[in-house]
T-cell receptor, first 115, second 114 residues
């Protein structure tokens, strides 16, 4: 199975700064990688997906990079706000095949943005 | 309208009891899942159904039995509950088995076994 490491369990930054979260994976190379946000007591919410042939993907203040050589994805939140405080989960998926659609989640990084 | 809804939100029960969690999605998706999130926050896949057919059974004890009466519903029945079953159980759905698989999660059902 895939081993997924997210840089640290907790990251604290000041409002307005850029938050950078890391997701490292081992074993197989995923066909794509997803990022989710989870608030306390809620289910994860999909944010972004990046495919293996894409280097970078952006959505408003969010940016995801995917380096298949390093086996790493970086998730950036620019101009961070206290409302961005949540746990962020990365989920590399397997290629199509017998285990089509199987997603493994990292433990997540809890981001706190303070004013 | 809630896209993926699961009931109950909270379950407190004694060891050895049997309990069920229900899930419904109104997104028209073909694929549904059960995930378990333990106290360490790991989110692990348990089962996946595609159009009522079991696709993934991730080495879950057979005390856990999913049932999909139609593609909009996936229920989870747990027999002989154990302390280690305490967790938050999330239902999720995705458009179909062949898509990139963005998951839509329910709000979770927190199970506490005493």
């Amino acid at each position: 199975s895939q081993k997924i490491e997210q840089n640290s369990e907790a990251l604290n930054i000041q409002e307005g700064k850029t938050a950078t979260l890391t997701c490292n994976y081992t074993n197989y190379s995923p066909a794509y990688l997803q990022w989710y946000r989870q608030d306390p007591g809620r289910g994860p919410v999909f944010l972004l997906l990046i495919r293996e042939n894409e280097k970078e993907k952006r959505k408003e203040r969010l940016k995801v990079t995917f380096d298949t050589t390093l086996k790493q994805s970086l998730f950036h939140i620019t101009a961070s706000q206290p409302a961005d405080s949540a746990t962020y989960l990365c989920a590399p998926s397997k290629r199509r095949g017998s285990t089509l659609g199987r997603l493994y989640f990292g433990r997540g990084t809890q981001l706190t943005v303070w004013p | 309208d809630t896209a993926v809804s699961q009931t109950p939100k909270y379950l407190v029960t004694q060891m050895g009891n049997d309990k069920s969690i229900k899930c419904e999605q109104n997104l028209g998706h073909d694929t549904m899942y059960w995930y378990k999130q333990d106290s360490k926050k790991f989110l692990k896949i348990m089962f996946s159904y595609n159009n009522k057919e079991l696709i993934i059974n991730e080495t879950v004890p057979n005390r856990f039995s999913p049932k999909s009466p139609d593609k909009a519903h996936l229920n989870l029945h747990i027999n002989s509950l154990e302390l280690g079953d305490s967790a938050v159980y999330f239902c999720a759905s995705s458009q179909d088995w062949g898509s990139t698989g963005e998951l839509f999660f329910g709000e979770g059902s927190r199970l506490t076994v005493l």
